[in-house]
């Protein structure tokens, strides 16, 4: 019990990412309406974003910048901040082009779930 | 509810919490990550590129090339919503 | 589309001072926490902030909605421009220290990827905004 506790203290930032990651998922399979399915995707995003940033993390390390000249310090890790830094922009960008193209969806078909669009698409 | 998403989530969330177990413990500064890419740029960012901050060191520098890709993605983003959006009764 | 005198007053007053917070942790993204990315986004935070305000058609007419585009491309050209005048230096692309040693400056890294950063921040602010105003830009009040 005790070695179960203690591994699931040390591992819990793991359990929180994929959890977070199963509801967007869900979310992106199971729901008809197109808006749930871009909002299921940017909760998937931040999952995977919480996941490098919480692997980033030292124990007792501080913001990857370095204090004046003297100074020890531990750092955290860099790379992963990088990394999600531009993840961050381009999921912004894609969350802007999909929410577009649901608006022209709904112009030109009326409808904003799938299965709508889909019969939809068959009519024509 | 739809059952079959539900199954195929829990059967991803099963697979990936089976191998939580193999990962480094939160926080530990000896996982491989931290221990040799992290450290070796937190070493030699600033004989390397004299830059106090080394988030920008790695990202203007090191990986110059991919924050340009990164930069075109952006702006390809903004044509694709305004050819999209802005169209002026066309399309 | 004019809100309350409330709501316009104080986007009035915090705009500058969100600009000027925005190009500050553009400047200082090469000593401190900062940088393009977040710097531009929070450059376009104020202009939504003031279409939110004030209006999209006499914000837009102010801003000038076409030449947001030519922003973008100005900070993309920035960025790889300075990459071939690396290229012209002697070196690989962005290889920043082959202007180093051949302008002999000393410190010049720095100032090219404060350049770089800016490059960046023009670019995202111009994007950001237009994706904004085109998304808004759809209750018929402008044509």
Request: a negative charge; proline letters at 3%.
């Amino acid at each position: 019990m005790e070695a179960v506790l203690e591994a699931f203290l040390s591992h819990y930032n793991y359990g929180m990412a994929i959890i977070l990651m199963m509801i967007g998922l869900y979310a992106l399979i199971a729901k008809q309406n197109l808006v749930k399915k871009l909002i299921g995707l940017n909760i998937f995003q931040t999952a995977i974003f919480l996941f490098y940033i919480s692997f980033a993390d030292v124990e007792g390390g501080i913001a990857p910048i370095y204090l004046p000249e003297g100074m020890e310090a531990i750092y955290v890790n860099p790379l992963p901040h990088v990394l999600i830094l531009t993840a961050i922009v381009v999921g912004v960008s894609v969350t802007a082009v999909g929410l577009s193209l649901i608006v022209r969806i709904y112009e030109e078909y009326g409808v904003i779930d799938e299965a709508g669009l889909l019969k939809m698409v068959k009519r024509r | 509810m739809n059952v079959k998403a539900l199954l195929a989530v829990l059967l991803i969330g099963v697979i990936l919490f089976w191998a939580v177990g193999d990962m480094p413990a939160f926080g530990d500064p000896q996982s491989p990550a931290t221990r040799y890419t992290g450290k070796l740029y937190v070493d030699l960012a600033l004989q390397d590129v004299g830059v106090e901050n080394i988030v920008t060191a790695i990202l203007a520098s090191y990986r110059g090339f991919d924050t340009l890709g990164e930069t075109v993605v952006i702006f390809t983003a903004g044509i694709s919503v305004a050819l999209l959006l802005r169209r002026g009764g066309r399309l | 589309m004019r809100e309350n005198v409330v709501i316009r007053t104080i986007s009035r007053i915090s705009v500058p001072f969100i600009q000027v917070f925005a190009l500050y942790v553009i400047v200082h993204g090469a000593v401190g926490a900062g940088g393009g990315f977040q710097g531009g986004v929070a450059f376009a935070a104020s202009f939504i902030l003031m279409f939110i305000a004030f209006g999209l058609s006499g914000v837009e007419k102010r801003l000038g909605k076409k030449w947001l585009m030519v922003y973008s491309i100005i900070g993309i050209a920035i960025y790889a421009g300075i990459g071939f005048l690396c290229l012209a230096a002697g070196g690989n692309y962005l290889e920043y220290g082959a202007i180093e040693s051949a302008v002999g400056v000393a410190h010049l890294h720095g100032y090219l990827i404060d350049a770089v950063e800016m490059g960046i921040g023009i670019t995202v602010m111009a994007v950001m905004v237009s994706i904004i105003s085109d998304v808004m830009d759809r209750d018929g009040e402008s044509p």
